[in-house]
């Protein structure tokens, strides 16, 4: 595909690490990517063709740092159930 104005999608990567292609504006990051600790999130955007969009030879992409504290014992993760008796 060629690449269009207002197509493409963002590359999402934890610490340098591929983890996901976003097409949408809604992705909830699953824990387990995010272990206790401090983590460099990173958005990109490329084209459809899979180049990454640029201006003036920089990616557009924004990086944020985000903090994990780990779970209390017996919690689950955000979206996830708990087993009874957890």
Same mark, same amino acid.
């Given at each position: 595909?060629?690449?269009?104005?207002?197509? %493409? !999608? +963002?590359? *999402? *990567?934890?610490? &340098?690490?591929?983890?996901?292609? *976003?097409?949408? $504006?809604?992705? @909830? !990051?699953?824990?387990? !990517?995010? $272990?206790? %600790?401090?983590?460099?999130?990173?958005?990109? *955007?490329? /084209?459809?063709?899979?180049?990454?969009? +640029?201006?003036?030879? @920089? $990616?557009?992409?924004?990086?944020?740092?985000?903090? /994990?504290?780990? !779970?209390? $014992? %017996?919690?689950?993760?955000? %979206?996830?159930?708990?087993?009874? &008796? +957890?």
């Amino acid at each position: 595909a060629r690449p269009a104005a207002g197509r %493409g !999608l +963002a590359h *999402l *990567l934890v610490d &340098g690490r591929l983890v996901g292609r *976003l097409r949408t $504006p809604d992705y @909830r !990051l699953p824990a387990r !990517l995010v $272990p206790r %600790g401090t983590h460099h999130v990173t958005a990109r *955007l490329y /084209a459809d063709d899979d180049t990454v969009w +640029a201006v003036a030879g @920089r $990616p557009v992409q924004s990086t944020a740092d985000i903090t /994990a504290s780990g !779970l209390a $014992p %017996g919690a689950a993760p955000s %979206g996830e159930e708990s087993s009874p &008796g +957890a």
